[in-house]
């Protein structure tokens, strides 16, 4: 009850003053480590607002609860893309579908003026109470003329709960070419860099490529044959005021 009365409160300062926020959409694209499964092309939404306590950044949203001048522990909400059809790929024929979700959490971040280093706690929040991660992220921002640069480096572990359903392979799904498979916990390392270029006044461009190394436990998985999972992201941001 306390939260939602804070964000209403929260709803109701933004309507009362003079707020700056990017808003954009583009095309994220992302492949998947499934046996001759091809990339998937999503439209994206991508919105960033500062304001108070309640921030948006691309598609996730938080609101803080703790914090100061240089650090801040927040309640977030972003969208999980991972999932496959059967009919993705051969290899996935007979499996049942593994859905998209939302995942919710707990974020404690801090920067200076060399960088930010951001710890997360995420756990599902539609269809299983066993698939859970965590993050950390650290990174800095590098700046020059229109140019903006973020790289960054995440440490992620997965739950065992969330490896098995989207990399395992279910004893009623096991077929002669495709062997049972239960997956573990594991860690995931990622690479990535957020790049902004300033048109003018009114517009951006922002690009984000990311590389995420796969855990073993995900590799020798019969349905998987990389070690990679690759996406990216293109933008063009409208800054204004209300």
């Given amino acids: 009850m306390r939260l939602l009365l804070l964000l209403c409160t929260i709803l109701l300062r933004l309507l009362a003053s003079e707020q700056s926020i990017a808003v954009g959409a583009g095309p994220y694209l992302q492949t998947q480590p499934y046996q001759g499964a ?90 299983s109470s066993n698939r859970a991660l965590a993050q950390m992220e650290i990174g800095t921002t590098l700046e020059r003329g229109a140019w903006s640069f973020t790289p960054t480096a995440t440490l992620l572990w997965l739950s065992q709960g969330y490896n098995d359903y989207y990399y ?42 990311r590389l995420d190394l796969l855990d073993h436990t995900i590799v020798k998985s019969p349905i998987v044959d990389d070690i990679f999972i690759y996406s990216a992201m293109v933008s063009l941001l409208y800054h204004t005021t209300w």
Wanted: one cysteine or more; aromatic letters at 14%.
């Fill in 168 to 209: 395992g392979v279910r004893k009623s799904e096991a077929t002669a070419d495709r062997a049972a498979y239960r997956a573990h916990d594991g860690f995931n390392i990622a690479l990535q860099s957020y790049i902004s270029y300033t048109i003018n006044d009114t517009f951006s461009l922002l690009t984000n490529l």
């Fill in 38 to 127: 091809d990339p998937f092309l999503l439209p994206s939404p991508v919105i960033f607002l500062e304001y108070e306590v309640l921030y948006i950044r691309w598609s996730r949203a938080g609101v803080y609860f703790a914090g100061g001048e240089h650090w801040g522990a927040s309640v977030m909400i972003q969208p999980r893309t991972f999932g496959y059809r059967a009919d993705d790929a051969s290899i996935l024929e007979g499996m049942a579908r593994r859905k998209r979700s939302w995942e919710g959490g707990l974020s404690l971040a801090a920067k200076n003026d060399h960088g930010f280093v951001e710890f997360c706690y995420l756990h599902d929040l539609l269809n």
